[in-house]
């Protein structure tokens, strides 16, 4: 006899992304590796252990539709620089071409680590996207490299996916989990979403409600 399963929940769907980092020897950008969470061991971390850190974070809507997204993009990249690199850089609306002017933006090579460095955009027309400071953060080419002399005390980038919405119009939320350096089986996470426009309340108020759910999962000791 068959079951009906309409009234299931359908499970969010995750699409596993990655950082890259910008390699002056190979003059292109390459991945960076990231640190899986741990699963919880015998006494592995204790409930706050989790370094009380202060990170300095931008969000900014460039706003696709509007003219020159590119020069205004950089003069936006321009100004945040002028109060210095910020930790977390998110941004939405990401047309292909200012992808591609940041991607060539020699302070942005410098100083940070990007999500959708080779993501094809034939199909969109604009995403979001997450910049790390690498000065801030651990990171490696190798993940057996994460975490060395150099990296202490600082937070390991960990697993980064989007998680598609309730969406008209393809929303998802790029998570990027960040791991304590004292405590491998939690983490911070930090989503960067673009939600479904103003006439679209409906969905709006159910990817908040998604995107809740998201920052309350096992082992996530805080986010935004």
Known sequence: MAISTSNHPKMPVRIPQYFSCFSPAARRWVPVASRPIQSPGVQSSAQGNTPRSHFNIVSWNIDYSS???TRRCLDIINHVFKYGVPDILCLQEVRSE???SLLGNREIRQAFLTTDAATDLE???FITMTLLSKERFAYSLDSKEM???NDEGKFIVGP???EHLPSAAGRDGLCVDLIPPCAPDTFLRIINAHL???DGFSYRAAQLKQLSSV???PGC???L
């Open 215 to 217: 920052l309350h999962e």
């Open 221 to 223: 000791s805080g986010g």
């Open 196 to 198: 479904e426009s103003c």
């Open 98 to 100: 200012v992808r591609a």
């Open 67 to 69: 003219s020159y997204p």
């Open 147 to 149: 975490g060395g002399s």
């Open 123 to 125: 199909y969109k027309r």
């Open 160 to 162: 980064v996916f989007r």
